[in-house]
């Protein structure tokens, strides 16, 4: 559980709106920590384009890059 609390749709911005929507068409659910980011728009916008831009790159094939991520989050104890 995050120490702040998580922002609901109801209090987000108009932007952090329409992030939860495509991060909820792309996993089917919107995490806490896109809601925590949430009350700091710049930084929830920046991590909305490094997410973006890691789906596109075209170094590692899209299978073992989520590989590398569902590895990541088994490691630290959190679910991806």
Do not use: T, Y
């Given at each position: 559980m995050?120490?702040?609390?998580a922002?609901?749709?109801?209090?987000?911005?108009l932007?952090?709106?329409?992030?939860f929507?495509?991060?909820?068409?792309?996993?089917?659910?919107?995490?806490e920590?896109?809601?925590v980011?949430?009350?700091?728009p710049?930084?929830?916008?920046?991590?909305?384009i490094?997410?973006?831009?890691?789906?596109?790159?075209?170094?590692?094939?899209?299978?073992?890059?989520?590989l590398?991520?569902?590895?990541t989050?088994v490691m630290?104890?959190?679910?991806a």
């Open positions: 995050a120490r702040i609390e922002l609901q749709d109801e209090k987000a911005s932007l952090s709106r329409v992030i929507g495509a991060v909820r068409r792309r996993l089917g659910l919107v995490s920590m896109w809601r980011c949430a009350h700091v710049r930084l929830q916008f920046g991590r909305a490094a997410e973006v831009m890691l789906d596109r790159s075209a170094l590692v094939e899209r299978r073992l890059r989520w590398g991520v569902i590895k989050a630290i104890g959190c679910p």
